[in-house]
């Protein structure tokens, strides 16, 4: 090499390390000391190559130490943050939280961590597919997890098996690692030995070449040797120094962020995104408060349910729902004061809580009856609102408790139409027992606890029963007589209608049969018929198959739905229709006049027969409105050439006035109450005795 090049890569290197400069010197002077008692030899340059490679090695292995610890000490941060004390157990949902956050800081940083569960499994990994892996390297997995559980802070092995390496030099690795108990995991951090090696022999080895090409000027040239050694002690430093300061930066933004996440999901845990207000759980958490000040003062709930809420949502969109919601929310805290509380504890439902003694709580009920001058899409309309109100003092009793006391004051006054209503301990039992209902059903239907009754329909021109409408009946051990009002909007709503309604149509067909054979005047028989069931996938096809195992005649059956059964759908509730009458089936509207615009849907349904609702049966002989109604039925019907059957007849007059009409049939208490097969036989045998 000549001097003039040696020259200019002496000035790099001094220029390269002049900020160093007491560092230098310091090692100058013991380098000069030493190079002064012994000759340049061989043996200085490999003293000074393992010199760096033990300084680098050193050097990473601190790097990886600091690493791990602040990953521990991170992890007490996130258990304490989340209020668990040393030896409680990591909630499920925290543990997994954090090592996915753990992961991501993997994925962003050049220095990464690995986590072990108890089950031996990659939690966190540097390369993701080793994630939850059971068919990897076993025995580096459970020498490593065994390792630290015994003490070791050190291991070394071959990680081949985890990154795809080439040979089983490349893969040999020195890892730290940690037993943390309170998460019980196994924490490490590690380099390849191979890129260590790598590193210190490229760095050494301009130290070899400046040496090598130039012995005669061994003086000058150790003193390099030495600024050199020193230089790259100070640069391993330096990279060290700033990977772990990188590394403890991306920790703490990484514990910020979650510490945002917390608070947003502990907030989102006791409000209402859309108004802000406190939901069911900080209202529940409200009234609790107020129980321990155990000053035995009265209180009162106001629960405030928007009615048809959802028609709103429906017609005009989710975000009109919400303007709507937070309107609500400033209506009432208009009228709020620093004692009452407002919360939202549903999606349409309100909550205000006050002392009982004061007349705010009146005006809210009052104030709330109808909330006007609400813009949906620039139309003016009124909401009318629910109240239901529950009493209650603040000595033993839980927040929840009041609250779904409520929620069930709620429920009653929207199955009895009210608007106003006061909570009762009659409404607990009532749910009580719509639970037990709902848990015995399927309990029912796989005993075949159901079973059928039959109420004739007899002819108004000669008295003799030609028909009967079959009537389930269910009797529980539990329970006893349970009414089908009770059990049959349970069964709808839970889905186990259809599994009734073939039971009752299969023992009913059967029945029948053995009564009164297929023939010219055999009995024909009506069966009521869900919403549900006869929009079901598979109800034709059941229905046929009834019908071909019972033998019975398919033109005997009469098929009774509501006038809300094709509400919603009339195109599909006709398909259904028209494929059963194809077989033989007739169609009859059951409870008519009771409905929207009933007499319109006899233009547009192909039903045989329409049944007059008993409410107006009731008053046929005292209304003179009653009377035209039914006579009004019976003409349009007539002209249409339906059959006419007329239901809750209870008196001889409303037989007479109703035979007179030229009503079809008549059934009711006046002719036979519901009865079993038997009963049913032997009042067909004689002819049908009025009770």
């Avoid at 790097?63 to 990591?90: C, F, P, Y």
């Avoid at 600024?227 to 514990?255: D, H, P, R, V, W």
């Avoid at 009409?661 to 002719?671: D, S, T, V």
């Amino acid at each position: 090499m000549k001097r003039k090049e040696l020259a200019k890569m002496t000035d790099k290197v001094l220029q390269r390390y002049l900020l160093w400069l007491p560092s230098i010197l310091m090692v100058c002077a013991i380098g000069t000391s030493f190079i002064n008692q012994q000759l340049f030899s061989n043996n200085l340059i490999a003293s000074v190559i393992t010199s760096v490679e033990e300084q680098y090695i050193a050097m990473r292995k601190a790097e990886v130490v600091e690493r791990v610890d602040t990953t521990i000490k991170m992890l007490d941060v996130i258990r304490q943050s989340n209020g668990l004390a040393d030896g409680d157990i990591i909630p499920t949902g925290l543990f997994n939280k954090t090592m996915n956050s753990f992961q991501l800081l993997n994925e962003n940083n050049d220095g990464y961590i690995f986590v072990i569960n108890k089950n031996k499994n990659f939690v966190v990994h540097r390369n993701s597919d080793n994630l939850f892996r059971d068919d990897i390297d076993d025995k580096v997995v459970h020498y490593i997890y065994q390792s630290a559980i015994n003490g070791a802070s050190w291991v070394e092995y071959s990680d081949k098996a985890f990154n795809n390496r080439k040979s089983d030099a490349e893969a040999q690795k020195i890892t730290h690692i940690r037993y943390v108990e309170d998460w019980d995991v196994v924490l490490g951090s590690g380099e390849l030995l191979h890129d260590i090696k790598n590193y210190s022999e490229s760095e050494a080895k301009l130290v070899t070449d400046l040496v090598l090409d130039e012995k005669s000027n061994q003086n000058l040239f150790h003193i390099l040797v030495f600024i050199i050694f020193a230089g790259i002690i100070y640069y391993l430093k330096n990279i060290t120094s700033q990977k772990l300061y990188e590394y403890k930066s991306a920790i703490e933004e990484k514990l910020i962020q979650i510490e945002e996440k917390d608070n947003e999901i502990a907030f989102r845990s006791l409000y209402n995104d859309v108004t802000g207000l406190p939901n069911r759980k900080a209202t529940s958490d409200y009234i609790d408060n107020l129980c321990l000040q155990e000053k035995g003062e009265e209180y009162q709930l106001q629960l405030i349910d928007i009615v048809d809420f959802q028609k709103v949502n429906n017609q005009y969109g989710f975000a009109v729902g919400d303007r709507i919601l937070r309107q609500v929310t400033s209506a009432l805290e208009e009228l709020k004061d620093e004692t009452m509380f407002i919360g939202h504890v549903a999606a349409d439902q309100f909550a205000v809580i006050c002392q009982k003694s004061v007349s705010l709580c009146i005006d809210v009920a009052k104030e709330t009856e109808t909330f006007e001058k609400f813009d949906i899409c620039g139309e003016m309309i009124s909401l009318r609102v629910r109240n239901a109100v529950v009493n209650f003092k603040n000595r033993n009793i839980l927040g929840s408790i009041i609250v779904r006391n409520g929620e069930l004051a709620m429920k009653y006054a929207k199955a009895n139409n009210l608007f106003h209503v006061n909570y009762s301990s009659f409404m607990s039992k009532s749910s009580e027992r719509h639970f037990k209902i709902s848990n015995l059903l399927d309990f029912a239907i796989e005993n075949k606890e159901f079973y059928v009754h039959y109420q004739p329909q007899v002819s108004t021109l000669n008295g003799k029963i030609i028909g009967v409408e079959a009537l389930v009946r269910w009797d529980n051990v539990e329970l006893g007589r349970v009414a089908p009002l009770d059990f049959i909007p349970i069964a709808e709503k839970k889905g186990t209608i259809g599994k009734i309604s073939d039971l009752v149509l299969t023992q009913a067909c059967n029945d029948i049969q053995s009564v009164s054979p297929n023939g010219e005047e055999a009995l024909t028989l009506s069966v009521n018929i869900s919403p549900n069931q006869l929009m079901s996938k598979r109800f034709v096809e059941n229905t046929i198959e009834i019908i071909e195992s019972t033998g019975i005649d398919p033109s005997r059956i009469v098929f009774e739905i509501t006038e809300g059964t094709f509400l919603n759908d009339i195109p599909g509730t006709v398909a259904v229709i028209e494929q059963l009458k194809a077989v033989g089936i007739k169609f009859s509207i059951d409870d008519f006049g009771t409905g929207y615009s009933s007499l319109s849907y006899l233009s547009k349904l192909p039903v045989d027969e329409v049944k007059i609702d008993k409410s107006f049966i009731n008053d046929l002989v005292e209304d003179e409105d009653a009377y035209n109604l039914v006579k009004s039925i019976l003409a349009v019907a007539n002209i249409k050439q339906l059959t006419i059957v007329a239901e809750g007849v209870e008196t001889k007059e409303q037989s007479q006035i109703l035979g007179d009409l030229a009503c079809h049939l008549l059934q009711g208490y006046y002719f036979s109450r519901p009865v079993d097969v038997e009963n049913l036989t032997k009042k067909i045998k004689d002819n049908l005795k009025v009770e």
